[in-house]
């Protein structure tokens, strides 16, 4: 059972007022620019709470598949249960480090590691498509 208001509806309500009440009603430029920057962040916000973790969930197993291939040992994945955020976060900075170890130990730009990592950060990119587009669609500074 929800507890309405959900933190959705609730950040959509911190934008509306900034960008329908107070943004409009401040007469300093620099003040109504940061009106906009503050409902900028609230939408990276809201988009995050909806993509992230799935995101980093599925980057993690991407990365171990990644490392594997590459010959690395890699520990297992989290309990097969959906990790805190913290918990995805922190798996998937520690892989993206041995990858990036990996592609610095790697001169051959066409080498095995380099063409992984280069496809890797490819479905990365793909896969944040919202967090740089979605979330900035409202007016800018």
């Given at each position: 059972m929800s507890n309405p208001p959900d933190p959705h509806t609730l950040i959509?309500?911190?934008?509306?007022?900034?960008?329908h009440e107070i943004e409009p009603a401040v007469a300093d430029e620099y003040a109504a620019s940061l009106c906009r920057t503050a409902a900028q962040m609230l939408r990276q916000l809201d988009v995050r709470l909806r993509d992230e973790l799935p995101a980093l969930v599925r980057e993690s197993a991407d990365l171990r598949d990644v490392l594997r291939e590459l010959g690395e040992q890699?520990?297992?994945?989290?309990?097969?249960?959906?990790?805190?955020?913290d918990e995805a976060r922190a798996d998937v900075t520690a892989l993206e480090a041995r990858l990036a170890e990996?592609?610095?130990?790697?001169?051959?730009?066409n080498s095995p590691v380099r063409v992984a990592a280069r496809a890797f950060v490819t479905r990365q990119l793909r896969g944040r498509l919202s967090w740089e587009r979605d979330a900035y669609t409202g007016p800018r500074r």
């Open positions: 959509a309500a911190v934008i509306g007022a900034l960008e890699v520990p297992d994945s989290p309990a097969p249960r959906w990790p805190a955020i990996l592609v610095a130990a790697e001169l051959d730009e």
